[in-house]
């Protein structure tokens, strides 16, 4: 099972950029996935969350600007990302707890794309 992002990249301040991660291989079930960020020299935060049945939850950093959502259907995840401000730059990574074929229960990560909010 693999997790993978796309959607990255430079975007100038105040304005907005959509990201995308999608889950495949031998998945019987995605659970919970979300998005979290690490900017340069600092850890890895959570950015915002979503269950299954689209329950969300939103770091307060983010609240009212970011938008998380999920199509169950492709295995997928998305951030929308408006009102970008410098210091939402990060490389980005997704997240999801997935249930493969085989019943066996994961936590995996995605490999990262970088937002950079520069003008």
């Known amino acids: 099972v693999q997790l993978q992002a796309f959607g990255g990249g430079l975007v100038q301040p105040g304005g907005s950029l959509r990201i995308s991660c999608a889950a495949s291989g031998s998945i019987f079930r995605v659970n919970t996935m979300g998005w979290y960020r690490q900017a340069p020299g600092k850890p890895r935060d959570l950015v915002a969350t979503?269950?299954?049945?689209?329950?969300?939850n939103y770091a307060d950093s983010v609240k009212g600007r970011f938008t998380i959502s999920r199509d169950n259907a492709k295995n997928a995840v998305y951030l929308q990302m408006n009102s970008l401000k410098p210091e939402d730059t990060a490389v980005y990574y997704c997240?999801?707890?997935?249930?493969?074929?085989?019943?066996?229960?994961?936590?995996?990560w995605g490999q990262g794309t970088l937002v950079t909010v520069s003008s």
């Open positions: 979503i269950t299954r049945g689209a329950i969300t």
């Open positions: 997240n999801a707890q997935v249930v493969t074929s085989s019943y066996g229960v994961y936590d995996k």
